[in-house]
């Protein structure tokens, strides 16, 4: 398991986090951090990275990192040990890329894309940070996986399908490293105003002739919470399941979405059509 840096006899946690120049990812390391884990900021971005790392503060570090190559995802976990003197006791695979292509005029380069940075990162970050983890005798893996593993949504069969395996994964870590007292479970957002949703929305409300607010209202209107998630609602999550509260959950994926996940697409529209 993975204690919280509070816990007796243990050294301070430590965490790597995918993904963290922004979005989802730049609110999970900031969530850490606040609760007095020691975090490695990786991503592609340099100069955002290094912004949210200046802005956590002396507890976090920046390691421009590319997840689709080993080499880099190897790095990232050897400067987490140099930086922090202990191997990172948690790992958060945040980094993700969308694609929205039918299938019929999607190239084998992006499907092969999309699969590099939404699986195969997770992958090589696990293999990698795994070895630390066995040796501090506890872990947390946290992988942001997406609702789109769940539910069907317009030409996304690349990404859909990366995050379906992304959660299948996350299940086979738990069942085969849980010996060693690591966790694996994955959460999976809804709409949240992320960078890469914000700017899907605002293309939308162009198509749409409207203001990107009004076009939020109105698509924030259909869900149950009658709201679109924000990354800090994702980070608490994530929180929870890197930490002492939740040492009995493994393997599991979590929907943080607004309670899209419990629509009947079909009734709601026939009661959309019935309204004057």
Same mark, same amino acid.
């Given at each position: 398991?993975?204690?919280?840096?509070?816990?007796?006899?243990?050294?301070?946690?430590?965490?790597?986090?995918?993904?963290a120049a922004?979005?989802?990812?730049?609110?999970?390391?900031?969530?850490?951090?606040?609760?007095? #884990? $020691?975090?490695?900021? @990786? /991503?592609?971005?340099?100069?955002?990275?290094? +912004?949210?790392?200046?802005?956590? %503060?002396? *507890? &976090?570090?920046?390691?421009?990192?590319?997840?689709?190559?080993?080499?880099?995802?190897?790095?990232?976990?050897?400067?987490?040990?140099?930086?922090?003197?202990?191997?990172?006791?948690?790992?958060?695979?945040?980094?993700?890329?969308?694609?929205?292509?039918?299938?019929?005029?999607?190239?084998?380069?992006?499907?092969?894309?999309?699969?590099?940075?939404?699986?195969?990162?997770?992958?090589?970050?696990?293999?990698?940070?795994?070895?630390?983890?066995?040796?501090?005798?506890?872990?947390?893996?946290?992988?942001?996986?997406s609702l789109?593993?769940?539910?069907?949504?317009?030409?996304?069969?690349?990404?859909?399908?990366?995050?379906?395996?992304?959660?299948?994964? #996350? $299940?086979?870590?738990? @069942? /085969?490293?849980?010996?060693?007292?690591?966790? +694996?479970?994955?959460?999976?957002? %809804?709409? *949240? &105003?992320?960078?890469?949703?914000?700017?899907?929305?605002?293309?939308?409300?162009?198509?749409?002739?409207?203001?990107?607010?009004?076009?939020?209202?109105?698509?924030?209107?259909?869900?149950?919470?009658?709201?679109?998630?924000?990354?800090?609602?994702?980070?608490?999550?994530?929180?929870?399941?890197?930490?002492?509260?939740?040492?009995?959950?493994?393997?599991?994926?979590?929907?943080v979405d607004?309670?899209?996940?419990?629509?009947?697409?079909?009734?709601?529209?026939?009661?959309?059509?019935?309204?004057?």
């Amino acid at each position: 398991m993975a204690p919280t840096s509070a816990s007796p006899g243990f050294p301070p946690s430590v965490a790597i986090v995918t993904g963290a120049a922004s979005g989802i990812g730049a609110a999970v390391a900031r969530r850490l951090a606040a609760s007095g #884990t $020691r975090v490695c900021l @990786a /991503d592609v971005s340099a100069d955002a990275l290094d +912004a949210v790392a200046r802005d956590i %503060g002396p *507890t &976090a570090t920046a390691c421009v990192t590319d997840v689709t190559d080993e080499d880099s995802c190897r790095s990232a976990v050897r400067a987490t040990r140099k930086a922090f003197g202990h191997p990172a006791d948690i790992l958060v695979n945040a980094a993700g890329v969308s694609l929205n292509r039918a299938t019929t005029e999607m190239t084998l380069a992006e499907w092969n894309r999309v699969f590099a940075v939404n699986v195969t990162g997770p992958f090589l970050l696990t293999r990698h940070a795994l070895p630390g983890m066995i040796e501090r005798g506890r872990g947390s893996i946290v992988n942001v996986a997406s609702l789109a593993a769940h539910r069907s949504l317009p030409e996304t069969a690349a990404y859909s399908a990366s995050k379906a395996a992304l959660i299948a994964f #996350t $299940r086979q870590m738990a @069942a /085969d490293y849980g010996r060693h007292g690591i966790r +694996a479970n994955s959460v999976s957002p %809804g709409a *949240t &105003a992320t960078p890469m949703l914000l700017s899907e929305a605002r293309a939308a409300a162009e198509a749409a002739g409207i203001e990107l607010e009004t076009f939020l209202e109105k698509a924030s209107a259909e869900l149950p919470l009658r709201r679109i998630g924000r990354g800090e609602d994702v980070a608490e999550v994530c929180a929870f399941l890197a930490g002492d509260a939740s040492t009995s959950v493994t393997g599991v994926d979590i929907l943080v979405d607004s309670g899209t996940a419990g629509l009947d697409a079909f009734a709601l529209a026939m009661t959309r059509l019935a309204s004057p």
